[in-house]
Nanobody, 116 residues
Framework: QVQLVESGGGLVQPGGSLRLSCAAS????????MGWYRQPPGKQRELVAT???????NYADSVKGRFTISGDNAKATVNLQMNSLKPEDTAVYYC??????????WGQGTQVTVSS
């Protein structure tokens, strides 16, 4: 089992930036991929970005060029730098970890609100 704790959400104006952080604990050696998902109000949870242990990254089309994911295998952390934020980026953001075996682990979520 892996436990995930997110930090860094908040309220920001359109065009602003935020940085989300996630720290994993527990059986972190079993993690293969870490990433961020989000759930906008009234919508389903969706992929934002992921990074593998080898450093391969994947982004949703809606955030390409604006968001950057970075992971540190030694520290079992993953960050999401979000620039040029838009109101449609408003959502609860969840950290996730995929492991060699077992279901995906989720953090508790952190709210990001983009509004003037």
């Amino acid at each position: 089992q892996v436990q995930l704790v997110e930090s860094g959400g908040g309220l920001v104006q359109p065009g602003g930036s935020l940085r989300l952080s996630c720290a994993a604990s527990g059986s972190t050696f079993t993690i293969t991929t870490m990433g961020w998902y989000r759930q906008p109000p009234g919508k389903q949870r969706e992929l934002v970005a992921t990074t593998t242990r080898a450093g391969n990254t994947n982004y949703a089309d809606s955030v390409k060029g604006r968001f950057t994911i970075s992971g540190d295998n030694a520290k079992a952390t993953v960050n999401l730098q979000m620039n040029s934020l838009k109101p449609e980026d408003t959502a609860v953001y969840y950290c996730a970890a995929d492991r060699i075996l077992g279901p995906r682990n989720w953090g508790q979520g952190t709210q990001v609100t983009v509004s003037s």
